[in-house]
Nanobody, 129 residues
Framework: QVQLVESGGGLVQAGGSLRLSCAASGRTFSDAAMGWFRQASGKEREFVAGIDRSGNTFYADSVKGRFTISRDNAKKTVSLQMNSLKPDDTAVYYC???????????????????????WGQGTQVTVSS
């Protein structure tokens, strides 16, 4: 069974950068798509970015051009580089693994929470104005 552990959250001023990491254990990581979602206080969890097994990336419009998702299958990690952070980016960020093998995923697949069967515990990102 795969377990996911996020790290790298913290407090940063607007315009600053943070890099989140998600470390996975288990054998099914390398064939799945991975995604980052976030949940702000009082709001529903929303898609941020996803990456399939082949390295194709997908982004929510709100983060496109500012965030970059990447993965290292050998190390079983997925990262989210966040630049030009805004106060609206404040949220708990979650890493997730899709339940199906996804060598070539679609935006619709990686952006829906129902595609995922494993989640990390979340890491808090706070952006001050």
């Amino acid at each position: 069974q795969v377990q996911l552990v996020e790290s790298g959250g913290g407090l940063v001023q607007a315009g600053g950068s943070l890099r989140l990491s998600c470390a996975a254990s288990g054998r099914t990581f390398s064939d799945a798509a991975m995604g980052w979602f976030r949940q702000a206080s009082g709001k529903e969890r929303e898609f941020v970015a996803g990456i399939d097994r082949s390295g194709n990336t997908f982004y929510a419009d709100s983060v496109k051009g500012r965030f970059t998702i990447s993965r290292d299958n050998a190390k079983k990690t997925v990262s989210l580089q966040m630049n030009s952070l805004k106060p609206d980016d404040t949220a708990v960020y979650y890493c997730g693994k899709t339940r199906r093998v996804a060598f070539f995923a679609t935006y619709d697949y990686v952006s829906h929470q129902s595609s995922y069967d494993t989640w990390g515990q979340g890491t808090q990102v706070t952006v001050s104005s």
